[in-house]
């Protein structure tokens, strides 16, 4: 056996994708053996990260992609400049900290969840994204699912989970059990960034216990930013706009 069948014998044993496929040709410049192998290592390593990014990216579930830059904070004033650039910063999930944002549909409270959960992915974070009603179907499936159940794993080994749009649909009280255990387990391991069209005052109606609800936000406020945005709806000025010309 040469020495080429032997070099990718050897990768393939070591499991160094780029190594096992490399072609070697010779090279225009002569290099050392050691800037060889380091310029090989390289190509290994470039590919592993771009893999594991291809992988958190598709287990993060995000639907679209929003930015920060694309964030308006002329039109939703209840977040500066300087907060956003905080959260832009992602230091708060090394610190597990987490985000609750309330305000009416339309205020640009799903946006930068989105904005977050993309940075957040971009940058080496396991991140899950979900709605508050798919999360729930994901819980009470996880014994019978297999794919609910690696969701789940997912989820409790992730740096951020980000839930979307709770208390737009009434939760029974067996799930809100479920939720209030899923919460207790990342309690102090992984960063909530939860979105909401009810203040808190309106969770013990959502849960449908009042007890619960008081757990529940102990946990989550525990080390804490609440986001209130009370401006007009996107959606609405938008359509305003349209209609007005």
């Not at 039109?75 to 905080?86: A, C, P, R, Y």
């Amino acid at each position: 056996m040469n020495n080429e069948a032997l070099i990718r014998q050897y990768a393939k044993q070591l499991r160094l994708t780029i190594l096992t496929t490399k072609t070697f040709d010779f090279l225009s410049e002569p290099v050392s053996n050691e800037e060889y192998l380091k310029n090989c290592l390289h190509e290994e390593v470039v590919y592993r990260e771009e893999k594991a990014k291809l992988q958190r990216i598709k287990k993060a579930c995000l639907p679209t992609y929003k930015g920060f830059d694309e964030f308006d904070t002329d039109f939703q004033t209840s977040i500066t400049d300087w907060q956003l650039k905080q959260l832009a910063e992602m230091n708060w999930i090394d610190g597990i900290y987490n985000l609750i944002i309330i305000g009416p549909p339309g205020t640009g409270k799903t946006h930068l969840a989105l904005a977050i959960g993309n940075k957040a992915v971009e940058i080496g974070y396991k991140v899950f994204f979900s709605s508050m009603d798919n999360l729930i179907h994901i819980l009470k499936t996880q014994e019978i699912s297999q794919r609910s159940a690696a969701k789940v794993k997912w989820i409790k080994n992730s740096d951020l989970l980000i839930i979307d749009e709770l208390g737009y649909l009434p939760i029974g009280k067996i799930e809100a059990n479920m939720f209030f255990q899923l919460v207790s387990q990342l309690y102090e391991n992984t960063s909530v960034v939860i979105t909401s069209n009810k203040g808190f005052d309106g969770w013990a109606d959502i849960l449908g216990d009042a007890i619960l609800a008081t757990a529940l936000l102990d946990r989550l406020t525990h080390r804490c930013q609440v986001l209130s945005f009370t401006d007009e709806s996107y959606r609405l000025a938008n359509s305003k706009q349209i209609f007005d010309v």
